[in-house]
């Protein structure tokens, strides 16, 4: 997904410290998450009402559901579903995502807080990365703090956009732009 098109140059100064992730409870991490912000790649594009759907198989490996509305709160919901493999030795912070066979592309946790309610994804080259909420709405601080922490790891910030969750978030500053495949 990545590779389709190239990310411009980080300024961050830290854009070369490897991310670490972090170890997650699998079963407490899965259910319904909210896509808040992403750095997006070209199937995210102009997405609004987004969110991930993690179900746990009795294999070990994760059923990964991506629901959106393409361009506009009007449009019938899409399911796009991947199948995801935690990482051995990873705590369960790595996954390998099966785009369609054989691809696989890394997705990292970079941070989940304490009751599980907000997380940080990245990738390896810090090219996307996403910020998911159990609810569909964020504060502005917290938001701001999350974007922080994304800082930290080396990630430019200013690559992020919020996605509408909400016809009022339309047009709003920081927020992606329904139809917006740029």
């Known amino acids: 997904m990545a590779a389709c098109s190239a990310p411009p140059p980080n300024p961050n ?18 259910g319904k ?31 990964d559901h991506y629901v959106y509305r393409p361009g506009n709160f009007d449009a019938p919901y899409k399911r796009m579903t991947f199948l995801d493999t935690p990482v051995p030795g990873s705590g369960g912070g790595e996954w390998r995502v099966r785009l369609f066979w054989p691809i696989t592309v890394a997705q990292l946790t970079l941070y989940v807080d304490p009751d599980y309610q907000v997380t940080l994804l990245g990738y390896p080259d810090k090219s996307l990365g996403w910020v998911f909420s159990r609810r569909p709405d964020m504060d502005n601080d917290t938001y ?22 909400f ?10 732009s329904p139809g917006d495949k740029d």
């Open 13 to 30: 100064p830290r854009a070369e410290l490897p991310l670490k992730t972090v170890p997650v409870d699998l079963p407490r991490y899965m």
């Open 33 to 63: 998450w909210y896509v808040i912000a992403n750095i997006p790649y070209f199937g995210e594009r102009g997405n609004v009402a987004t969110y991930a759907e993690w179900v746990l198989r009795d294999d070990g490996r994760i059923d």
């Open 144 to 165: 701001r703090a999350l974007l922080q922490r994304l800082d930290e790891m080396g990630y430019d910030t200013s690559r992020f956009r919020r996605v509408p969750q």
């Open 167 to 176: 016809p009022a978030q339309l047009g709003r500053q920081g927020f992606q």
